[in-house]
C-alpha cells in the first residue's frame, strides 16, 4: 500500500511563485526516490481557529498563507530512504526554501481508506 508524507507550512503571500517554483524544481528529486504524486495546495478558505485551527498550527502570521502539500511513495520504505539521504544528497543542495521552515510541520501516514 502507498504511504503520504504531508506537510503544513506558512508561506508569505510575496513569495508564492518561489514557493511554486521550489515545487517545481524538488518534483524530480522526490521522484527520483520513487514519490508517484506531490501536490502543493495553497489555502484559500482558512478559517480563524479559535482553539485549533491551520492558522493556529503554523503560528500564520498576517501576510502570510497555509499551504497543504502532500507526497504519495509507493511505500513507506521509499519515503525513508528519501528523508534518510536527502541532506547528504548533492541534487537537494542550495534548494530554496521561501518560508519558515521553523513552523512548517510534517508527518508520514498510512491510508486507511481512499475514494476515487
Same mark, same amino acid.
Given at each position: ?5 504531508? #506537510? ?16 517545481? %524544481? ?7 526516490? =520513487? ?14 481557529? %479559535?482553539?485549533?485551527? /491551520?492558522?493556529?498550527? +503554523? %503560528?500564520?502570521?498576517?501576510?502570510? +498563507?497555509? +499551504? ?14 528519501? #528523508? ?7 541534487? /537537494?543542495? =542550495? ?6 521552515? %521553523?513552523?512548517?510541520?510534517? =508527518?508520514? #501516514?498510512?491510508?486507511? #481508506?481512499? =475514494?476515487?
Amino acid at each position: 500500500m502507498s504511504y503520504i508524507t504531508g #506537510f503544513l507550512l506558512p508561506v508569505p503571500a510575496a513569495k508564492k511563485e518561489a514557493y511554486i517554483e521550489s515545487a517545481r %524544481k524538488s518534483w524530480p528529486l522526490f521522484q527520483k526516490y =520513487g514519490a508517484v504524486e506531490h501536490v502543493e495546495a495553497w489555502g484559500e478558505d482558512i478559517p480563524p481557529g %479559535k482553539v485549533t485551527g /491551520f492558522d493556529l498550527a +503554523v %503560528k500564520l502570521e498576517p501576510d502570510e +498563507v497555509v +499551504v497543504f502539500s502532500w507526497l504519495r511513495w509507493p511505500d513507506r520504505a521509499s519515503a525513508d530512504k528519501c #528523508f534518510a539521504e536527502m541532506e547528504s544528497d548533492p541534487d /537537494f543542495d =542550495g534548494m530554496e526554501m521561501p518560508f519558515d521552515g %521553523k513552523r512548517m510541520m510534517w =508527518g508520514g #501516514f498510512a491510508p486507511i #481508506f481512499e =475514494g476515487r
